[in-house]
């Protein structure tokens, strides 16, 4: 595209986005900052600065800065004058915001800031949703609350405080030392709010600051005048104003409209009605305009321009295309943004042959692309003697940054090549050397003969189990793109005989004895047992039960449904016998990462800062064992492994006495599962795919290509969500979806 096209500086003025983002639907996650302090109200933060996340283009002096959906949604800039294309990271970005001489954007559900040359890639949070930056903090929704930081990361600050499973607080905006925001539920036809509620940026009391009927939608703050869509309870939709004092409350327009953003004296927006295309209409609610003609969405105005995203699916609802284009407020000059496409390199396959004599060890490094310098880290070393063959599959062709390379090195000649990970893994783990660990060995049998399952996979939300020659898992049943129900299975470990169990949509299986425990997610996580080959399923507790460890004949867990009506996320420690009898509350602190071993309970106390607690099984004898930030904790043996909040969530372990600290590694993990002497984590820095390191820290590998959600480990297989369950062997071959 001609720089021409662009206006070459952005106006000073007001946009405002909703980014609808499902929350806590696969995740044992729950980010809960203490509450801190005020420090009172600087006047700068009284001013809002950027608009709230969900831009997926932002400008710069002469850079436009946006995703780019053709090469995986990854953030680029492009110069207005010379229209040149820049990479900027390397990894999905979206929500992008532009502040004094930083970019930052949202990937996954966490918060990052870089420079805008791609420097000072910088972690901000975990399991963030909606964000907006003004002046010195960053505000974000996060688990039903609404939180503020630093823009360094520091800080971190809980403002509002509500039930779990209440109200969800979306759609943030902030005017005159207030935050304004739609709290409600998220259906499959978008956001249902009760109700435009207000708070004070430092978390003071919150006030409903206007009362609504029907459902709003989108709220858009301008000039003190409160702009939002709302739903009536007969389905007829309507844009309206009312001043942020609650007075003068009007209709704009009786139209089925979908995304709005107010700029000036003009309210833009999509028409439901009219295949998406993008309207406008006066404030005052006159001169109905049609800019287009395309199904719009992402809208955000620059000046003259307004940029938008074009979306086509298929009958599944999958994404087949995404692209953006451009239009004159006037509706004149469409034009389409022509994104940069990545780079394609013409290789030799000669070029990836790598031969292994006696005596000469080769290095393996991790990197991107085909011509970058490699990390430091060495991540594993060929053994001597061993030959590998290793060509290139993708007909004689690379495409840069689509996946992780090997930087091969020779030792005694210095000579240099690339492979890829996908087609050296295998090789690799076929060549190393047996580990054999016969303490870790002696660990894991004695706990499997107590346990219903692994802690590992009980953090990890506990979908999968091994008993006595059998596995039990759950698979989901996708029944259209919003609805979905549970079937629970079992299998030999050898796949010779296979059996479904139940229909039920459940979580945290535990097997002991003859019988299966779990929460079923359909009943409120109420606490079942069924024998383990499906027959005489009992209900035996109504709590709503989280993190199920079964040990013995007891049954710890995490109770939500303790209200003690301090409207914190109640999840107290609780235990009761197999039968539902003897419920007994073992400690009043609000607790994460639930941890039943030997004879100690373990868990992330939520009320002193994520620190590590212990106490005996009757709930006595509770001591403090770390002073981090600490979640995803795996208790084995002696030690404690974890992954480290207060040193940018790094992967540490410690003595269950608390000595002996040690970071084992810089990666930040989106779930940790410790098995037989081995630590399998998601890798957020390289697209959640999963790696393996010994518990040491050494070996570090990656073990598959795919972005993953959680880990279950049982035998020689490794269980994983990714588009569904799938499991492979440990060394990331033999990759099947389970059925």
């Known amino acids: 595209m001609q720089g021409q096209h662009f206006l070459l500086s952005i106006l000073a003025i007001t946009v405002c986005m909703v980014l609808i983002i499902a929350m806590g639907c696969d995740s044992n996650i729950n980010y809960s900052p203490e509450k801190m302090e005020s420090e009172g109200i600087k006047e700068s933060e009284l001013r809002q600065e950027v608009f709230s996340s969900g831009g997926f283009i932002a400008q710069k002096d002469d850079w436009l800065f946006y995703s780019n959906y053709d090469d995986g949604g990854k953030l680029y800039k492009f110069n207005l004058n010379s229209g040149e294309h820049i990479k900027v990271n390397n990894e999905k970005s979206s929500g992008i915001s532009i502040v004094d001489d930083w970019v930052y954007y949202s990937s996954g559900n966490n918060i990052y800031r870089i420079r805008p040359d791609g420097s000072e890639r910088t972690l901000l949070s975990l399991w963030a949703g909606e964000f907006l930056v003004a002046n010195d903090w960053i505000y974000h929704t996060s688990n039903y609350d609404l939180h503020k930081f630093r823009t360094d990361g520091t800080g971190h600050k809980k403002i509002t405080d509500v039930v779990r499973d209440g109200p969800v607080a979306h759609s943030i905006y902030i005017a005159e030392g207030w935050l304004y925001y739609l709290e409600g539920w998220q259906q499959a036809d978008g956001w249902h709010a009760s109700s435009l509620n207000k708070v004070s940026i430092d978390g003071g009391e919150v006030f409903e600051?206007?009362?609504?009927?029907?459902?709003?939608?989108?709220?858009?703050?301008?000039?003190?005048?409160?702009?939002?869509?709302?739903?009536?309870?007969?389905?007829?939709?309507?844009?309206?104003?009312?001043?942020?004092?609650?007075?003068?409350?009007?209709?704009?327009?009786?139209?089925?409209?979908?995304?709005?953003?107010?700029?000036?004296?003009?309210?833009?927006?999509?028409?439901?009605?009219?295949?998406?295309?993008?309207?406008?209409?006066?404030?005052?609610?006159?001169?109905?305009?049609?800019?287009?003609?395309?199904?719009?969405?992402?809208?955000?105005?620059?000046?003259?321009?307004?940029?938008?995203?074009?979306?086509?699916?298929?009958?599944?609802?999958?994404?087949?295309?995404?692209?953006?284009?451009?239009?004159?407020?006037?509706?004149?000059?469409?034009?389409?943004?022509?994104?940069?496409?990545?780079?394609?390199?013409?290789?030799?396959?000669?070029?990836?042959?790598?031969?292994?004599?006696?005596?000469?060890?080769?290095?393996?490094?991790?990197?991107?692309?085909?011509?970058?310098?490699?990390?430091?880290?060495?991540?594993?070393?060929?053994?001597?003697?061993?030959?590998?063959?290793?060509?290139?599959?993708?007909?004689?062709?690379?495409?840069?940054?689509?996946?992780?390379?090997?930087?091969?090195?020779?030792?005694?000649?210095?000579?240099?090549?690339?492979?890829?990970?996908?087609?050296?893994?295998?090789?690799?783990?076929?060549?190393?050397?047996?580990?054999?660990?016969?303490?870790?060995?002696?660990?894991?049998?004695?706990?499997?003969?107590?346990?219903?399952?692994?802690?590992?996979?009980?953090?990890?939300?506990?979908?999968?189990?091994?008993?006595?020659?059998?596995?039990?898992?759950?698979?989901?049943?996708?029944?259209?793109?919003?609805?979905?129900?549970?079937?629970?299975?079992?299998v030999s470990s050898d796949g010779s005989k296979h059996a479904q169990l139940n229909s039920h949509y459940i979580s945290f299986i535990n097997v002991v004895g003859d019988w299966i425990y779990y929460a079923d997610v359909y009943d409120f996580y109420s606490t079942y047992k069924v024998r383990t080959d499906g027959s005489d399923p009992v209900k035996i507790n109504n709590d709503e039960a989280m993190g199920l460890n079964v040990a013995g004949d007891w049954i710890y867990y995490l109770n939500y449904t303790d209200d003690d009506g301090s409207r914190r996320t109640n999840n107290r420690i609780y235990k009761m016998l197999t039968d539902g009898t003897e419920r007994t509350k073992l400690t009043d602190a609000h607790s994460q990462y639930l941890n039943v071993v030997g004879d100690w309970i373990y868990y992330s106390n939520l009320d002193?800062?994520?620190?590590?607690?212990?106490?005996?099984?009757?709930?006595?004898?509770?001591?403090?064992?770390?002073?981090?930030?600490?979640?995803?904790?795996?208790?084995?043996?002696?030690?404690?492994?974890?992954?480290?909040?207060?040193?940018?969530?790094?992967?540490?372990?410690?003595?269950?006495?608390?000595?002996?600290?040690?970071?084992?590694?810089?990666?930040?993990?989106?779930?940790?599962?410790?098995?037989?002497?081995?630590?399998?984590?998601?890798?957020?820095?390289?697209?959640?795919?999963?790696?393996?390191?010994?518990?040491?820290?050494?070996?570090?590998?990656?073990?598959?290509?795919?972005?993953?959600?959680?880990?279950?480990?049982?035998?020689?297989?490794?269980?994983?969500?990714?588009?569904?369950?799938?499991?492979?062997?440990?060394?990331?071959?033999e990759r099947q979806k389970v059925q």
């Open 209 to 490: 600051a206007v009362d609504l009927k029907g459902f709003p939608r989108n709220i858009c703050l301008v000039d003190n005048w409160l702009y939002y869509i709302e739903v009536g309870r007969s389905h007829g939709t309507t844009i309206n104003k009312i001043k942020t004092d609650g007075s003068q409350s009007m209709v704009l327009k009786e139209i089925n409209a979908d995304e709005m953003v107010v700029v000036e004296e003009w309210i833009y927006f999509t028409n439901w009605d009219d295949n998406f295309s993008i309207y406008k209409i006066r404030t005052d609610g006159s001169e109905l305009v049609k800019l287009n003609d395309d199904k719009s969405s992402n809208i955000i105005v620059f000046g003259d321009w307004v940029y938008y995203s074009v979306v086509q699916r298929d009958d599944n609802f999958n994404i087949i295309s995404e692209e953006i284009y451009q239009i004159r407020t006037d509706g004149s000059e469409r034009l389409k943004f022509n994104m940069a496409q990545p780079e394609v390199k013409a290789v030799s396959p000669e070029q990836y042959f790598v031969a292994v004599d006696e005596g000469i060890s080769l290095y393996l490094r991790s990197s991107y692309g085909t011509e970058g310098k490699s990390s430091e880290d060495i991540l594993g070393r060929l053994p001597r003697g061993s030959e590998l063959s290793v060509v290139d599959k993708n007909e004689n062709t690379i495409v840069s940054d689509q996946h992780t390379w090997w930087e091969v090195t020779d030792e005694r000649t210095g000579i240099t090549g690339w492979v890829a990970a996908e087609y050296l893994r295998r090789e690799l783990y076929e060549h190393q050397e047996d580990i054999i660990d016969e303490p870790w060995k002696a660990v894991d049998q004695k706990e499997h003969e107590l346990r219903g399952n692994t802690v590992g996979n009980i953090i990890n939300g506990g979908l999968v189990a091994e008993h006595d020659g059998w596995i039990y898992y759950m698979i989901t049943i996708q029944a259209d793109w919003h609805t979905a129900y549970g079937e629970t299975h079992r």
């Open 608 to 733: 002193d800062a994520y620190n590590i607690y212990k106490m005996r099984l009757d709930g006595s004898g509770k001591t403090k064992v770390n002073n981090d930030y600490s979640i995803y904790i795996n208790v084995i043996g002696d030690w404690i492994y974890y992954s480290n909040g207060s040193d940018g969530f790094a992967i540490y372990k410690i003595r269950t006495d608390g000595s002996e600290r040690i970071k084992l590694s810089d990666d930040i993990p989106g779930t940790l599962n410790v098995y037989a002497g081995w630590i399998y984590y998601t890798n957020m820095e390289d697209n959640y795919t999963i790696y393996k390191m010994r518990t040491d820290g050494s070996g570090r590998m990656q073990v598959n290509n795919e972005n993953t959600g959680r880990i279950f480990v049982v035998d020689d297989w490794i269980y994983y969500k990714s588009s569904g369950l799938y499991r492979m062997s440990l060394d990331g071959s």
